[in-house]
């Protein structure tokens, strides 16, 4: 912490040129009736950096010396554009709309997103926002400075397989969407980013909703939805890069271009990729590649665009993590899991000197391979002047595999013979497998919005039809001993095809002048199917159908200018994942759908001149506090079936409480500071646990009280940014995460330590006659040296002792590491 201090007086005390910048701040209202206009979109220099509140004022904290460009859409009303010079005085605006606009991506996608008027907790990132951390590094790691926001890494340094949870829940319980169409896996839940590498640099806007939050396509939000949107429409014609390397051999090279408005009408964009790294881990590396095209036309009252991108991932496998005695160096602990493990000597001393970086996996294509298409055709259309429709059609397209060597594998495990050679009967054999998958998702989206100009009563009508269909299946491509197997010999198969349609309606109302009131409901419909084996040969034949009702209301009151009490309830339902199928036991009905009552309630302040403070200061906070109440949630039970996997059930009751605190504090942009901070509690009544009995049994606990999985009781981000030159901006950013458990036994063997990592940021950007503009950046991560883990897994079985040993893997994050940048702007 001293460290800490040290940095972030240094920081503060850098001389500062005079100050040439301030806040630009107005109002926004219809040039006929002098209403205003909440929800409309600001632009500066083409980048999302405020929208209007329910009073059509707008605050843009900080506007960087030189002239720059404001560019004001809403929806029915012509865009208009405004220069603006940076300077030391505040800069009040006021702007009038006409009626009868051009539709942008910008202005529709906000009738799907959280605001003001919807009293729900969220966050709002634009372009800049991302850019200024976008490295190389998945999508979750530049989110990692929003509110309850927990991010970790399998080869450890942000590159490859990354995992986000919010509020202490996985990306299986986060609903994500790409321009409003399903991104979230239809069994699994999850949502891999690692198969649309370098996506953040073609998103142009991006939303955090925390909690249940507004109705949304595709799977439930039970912890938070992130909203992703690549719909804006770029007038001017532009060509970047971006080069980066650092630490672990990092690579990430990209080009981008756009035609700018063609005729008045015609956009083209373009995106190549390439993200490539040996990884912190031992044989942890990736190498991947995406593309990102998309063409639009837009007329007065139409916005037509077809988007296609696409990702393709080739990582060793690191999702085994290491065991707990490599990273703590307690040799009798090691020895233990040698012994259990059966290592080879090779193998043993591998582990000893690996230590943290130890990586199980060595044979040399022991990876992950997947590829990931995706197509989009949207169509926004005017319906008059407080109409607008927006539809959408979708195809994504995935297959790939991961191939593994495996030792002594049963031949009968593969539906093979044995072998017999001579008078030798051979019953196993070294082979290597891959696992496929092959599945199409598609369906359509449609949203129809009525935003009147007087905006006292807004709503929307949408809904969505999509379906999946996957094929699992497994093939041997080698075998030491061939047995009666072909070339690529299948050994299990399965076909899964899951239907999901829902319908919403949500408006908000302004009732009185200070008073404003919120409803949303959705009914969702789920039919899933499985039939054929698994890969152990057993049968996994599942009929589920599920229909969902979730009501949503909320309240806001405006207190005075920029300030802002809310209160929302919300419902949120989820069907099981494939694994609570495939993975029961024998007479075992099944797992029952999980939900989630969700109660929300806030203080906003904004002040765009915060002269209490000091001369030309922005000051935001907000304090939310939330109570997640679940019903039949699944949870890991900690007994084991057959082959070790764990098991879920239902618990009947359990609970996410807490305070988020955030923070935000600009001197004309020269010094600021934001700070987030969530204090929670996250329990289990009634839980009870399995322990084993002398015989090897399982015996179920007595119920008690307990703590829910990978939930810290404590998270704090903090970023301190300072431009002592111009053009020169260094930031400080620290995140504190408290202890967390691997399972719900709330045992100090079985947990995570609390961790806290400093990073530093410089960004340089220089503006040439021969382009437009240069930026030299640099990224040193976790400058402190820390050695710490911020993720794991624990694992029981019978040892060669023939006592039950409980083993925990865990995730290292690499140590202190960096990452160089340079970007050209023509």
């Given at each position: 912490m001293k460290n800490v201090l040290v940095l972030g007086t240094a920081l503060l005390a850098l001389p500062a040129v005079a100050w040439a910048q301030g806040p630009v701040s107005g109002v926004i209202t219809d040039a006929r009736t002098g209403t205003p206009l909440p929800g409309a979109t600001v632009l500066l220099d083409g980048t999302p950096s405020a929208a209007t509140d329910a009073a059509g004022t707008f605050s843009i904290a900080t506007v960087p010396v030189g002239s720059h460009t404001l560019h004001i859409t809403f929806v029915g009303y012509d865009p208009i554009t405004r220069t603006v010079q940076g300077q030391p005085t505040e800069q009040r605006l006021t702007v009038t709309l006409q009626p009868g606009g051009v539709l942008t991506g910008e202005a529709l996608v906000t009738a799907s997103r959280a605001n003001e008027r919807t009293?729900?907790?969220?966050?709002?990132?634009?372009?800049?926002?991302?850019?200024?951390?976008?490295?190389?590094?998945?999508?979750?790691?530049?989110?990692?400075?929003?509110?309850?926001?927990?991010?970790?890494?399998?080869?450890?340094?942000?590159?490859?397989?990354?995992?986000?949870?919010?509020?202490?829940?996985?990306?299986?319980?986060?609903?994500?969407?790409?321009?409003g169409v399903p991104l979230n896996d239809a069994e699994s839940h999850g949502s891999f980013l690692v198969n649309l590498p370098d996506l953040a640099s073609?998103?142009?806007?991006?939303?955090?909703?925390?909690?249940?939050?507004?109705?949304?396509?595709?799977?439930?939000?039970?912890?938070?939805?992130?909203?992703?949107?690549?719909?804006?429409?770029?007038?001017?014609?532009?060509?970047?890069?971006?080069?980066?390397?650092?630490?672990?051999?990092?690579?990430?090279?990209?080009?981008?271009?756009?035609?700018?408005?063609?005729?008045?009408?015609?956009?083209?964009?373009?995106?190549?990729?390439?993200?490539?790294?040996?990884?912190?881990?031992?044989?942890?590396?990736?190498?991947?590649?995406?593309?990102?095209?998309?063409?639009?036309?837009?007329?007065?009252?139409?916005?037509?665009?077809?988007?296609?991108?696409?990702?393709?991932?080739?990582?060793?496998?690191?999702?085994?993590?290491?065991?707990?005695?490599?990273?703590?160096?307690?040799?009798?602990?090691?020895?233990?899991?040698?012994?259990?493990?059966?290592?080879?000597?090779?193998?043993?001393?591998?582990?000893?000197?690996?230590?943290?970086?130890?990586?199980?996996?060595?044979?040399?294509?022991?990876?992950?391979?997947y590829q990931q298409n995706h197509y989009q055709l949207h169509l926004s259309q005017g319906l008059g002047q407080d109409w607008n429709v927006g539809a959408a059609l979708h195809l994504t397209r995935g297959f790939g595999y991961y191939e593994n060597y495996r030792t002594r594998r049963r031949f009968t495990d593969y539906g093979l013979q044995n072998v017999i050679i001579g008078g030798d009967t051979i019953t196993r054999t070294n082979l290597v497998d891959r696992k496929w998958l092959d599945n199409y998702f598609y369906g359509g989206t449609f949203a129809l919005n009525y935003q009147p100009r007087d905006g006292k009563f807004q709503a929307t009508l949408g809904g969505a039809w999509n379906q999946f269909d996957n094929d699992h299946y497994g093939e041997i491509i080698w075998a030491q001993y061939a047995s009666t197997s072909n070339i690529r010999q299948h050994y299990y198969f399965n076909e899964a095809?899951?239907?999901?349609?829902?319908?919403?309606?949500?408006?908000?109302?302004?009732?009185?002048?200070?008073?404003?009131?919120?409803?949303?409901?959705?009914?969702?419909?789920?039919?899933?199917?499985?039939d054929g084996i698994e890969d152990e040969q057993n049968d996994v034949r599942t009929r589920a159908r599920y229909t969902f009702f979730n009501p949503k209301a909320g309240a806001t009151f405006a207190l005075a200018e920029g300030q802002q009490l809310y209160a929302?309830?919300?419902?949120?339902?989820?069907?099981?994942?494939?694994?609570?199928?495939?993975?029961?036991?024998?007479?075992?009905?099944?797992?029952?759908?999980?939900?989630?009552?969700?109660?929300?309630?806030?203080?906003?302040?904004?002040?765009?001149?915060?002269?209490?403070?000091?001369?030309?200061?922005?000051?935001?906070?907000?304090?939310?506090?939330?109570?997640?109440?679940?019903?039949?949630?699944?949870?890991?039970?900690?007994?084991?079936?057959?082959?070790?996997?764990?098991?879920?059930?239902?618990?009947?009751?359990?609970?996410?409480?807490?305070?988020?605190?955030?923070?935000?504090?600009?001197?004309?942009?020269?010094?600021?500071?934001?700070?987030?901070?969530?204090?929670?509690?996250?329990?289990?009544?009634?839980?009870?646990?399995?322990?084993?009995?002398?015989?090897?049994?399982?015996?179920?606990?007595?119920?008690?009280?307990?703590?829910?999985?990978?939930?810290?009781?404590?998270?704090?981000?903090?970023?301190?940014?300072?431009?002592?030159?111009?053009?020169?901006?260094?930031?400080?950013?620290?995140?504190?995460?408290?202890?967390?458990?691997?399972?719900?036994?709330?045992?100090?063997?079985?947990?995570?330590?609390?961790?806290?990592v400093l990073d530093f940021r410089a960004r340089y950007t220089i503006r040439p006659k021969f382009v437009k503009e240069i930026e030299l950046a640099l990224l040193v991560n976790n400058v402190l040296n820390r050695r710490y883990v911020a993720n794991g897994y624990t694992y029981s079985y019978l040892g060669a002792s023939g006592g039950l040993d409980t083993f925990n893997w865990y995730f290292p994050q690499a140590t202190r590491n960096f990452l160089a940048s340079v970007g050209v702007k023509f």
């Open positions: 009293a729900t907790a969220y966050t709002n990132l634009g372009k800049e926002d991302l850019a200024k951390r976008n490295f190389g590094q998945d999508l979750p790691y530049l989110l990692d400075q929003t509110p309850s926001v927990i991010v970790n890494s399998d080869a450890g340094a942000g590159v490859g397989y990354t995992d986000i949870r919010i509020r202490g829940t996985s990306n299986t319980g986060i609903n994500m969407t790409i321009n073609s998103v142009s806007s991006l939303q955090v909703q925390r909690g249940v939050g507004t109705s949304q396509n595709g799977g439930a939000a039970f912890g938070a939805s992130i909203n992703i949107s690549t719909l804006d429409v770029r007038r001017e014609a532009y060509a970047e890069s971006q080069n980066t390397y650092g630490s672990f051999n990092t690579w990430k090279n990209n080009v981008q271009f756009g035609t700018g408005l063609l005729n008045n009408h015609f956009t083209v964009d373009g995106r190549l990729s390439r993200i490539a790294t040996d990884g912190y881990m031992n044989r942890a590396s990736s190498d991947l590649k995406s593309y990102y095209f998309a063409a639009g036309y837009q007329g007065k009252n139409t916005l037509l665009k077809f988007i296609t991108f696409s990702g393709r991932e080739k990582t060793y496998q690191a999702w085994n993590g290491v065991p707990e005695p490599a990273i703590t160096s307690n040799e009798a602990l090691l020895e233990n899991y040698i012994a259990n493990g059966e290592l080879s000597e090779a193998d043993a001393e591998r582990v000893r000197r690996e230590g943290r970086r130890y990586s199980y996996y060595t044979y040399d294509n022991q990876t992950d391979n095809r899951k239907t999901d349609y829902n319908a919403y309606a949500r408006a908000t109302w302004q009732v009185l002048p200070k008073l404003g009131v919120y409803g949303d409901v959705q009914v969702r419909h789920i039919t899933y199917t499985i929302s309830f919300a419902v949120g339902q989820r069907e099981p994942v494939r694994a609570d199928f495939t993975d029961r036991p024998a007479g075992d009905v099944g797992a029952k759908a999980e939900r989630l009552n969700d109660w929300e309630g806030g203080y906003r302040l904004t002040l765009p001149d915060a002269t209490l403070l000091g001369p030309h200061t922005a000051l935001r906070l907000e304090v939310n506090g939330f109570y997640m109440q679940y019903r039949n949630q699944l949870v890991a039970t900690g007994q084991l079936n057959d082959v070790g996997t764990a098991l879920r059930t239902n618990v009947a009751r359990s609970y996410r409480r807490g305070v988020e605190l955030t923070g935000f504090a600009s001197a004309n942009d020269q010094i600021s500071l934001s700070s987030t901070l969530t204090v929670s509690q996250n329990r289990i009544l009634g839980y009870q646990g399995v322990s084993y009995d002398e015989n090897y049994e399982p015996v179920t606990e007595a119920p008690r009280t307990s703590t829910i999985s990978y939930s810290p009781n404590v998270v704090s981000a903090h970023t301190l940014e300072g431009q002592p030159l111009p053009g020169l901006r260094l930031a400080l950013l620290y995140k504190t995460v408290s202890r967390q458990y691997l399972d719900n036994t709330t045992s100090e063997d079985r947990r995570i330590r609390p961790y806290q």
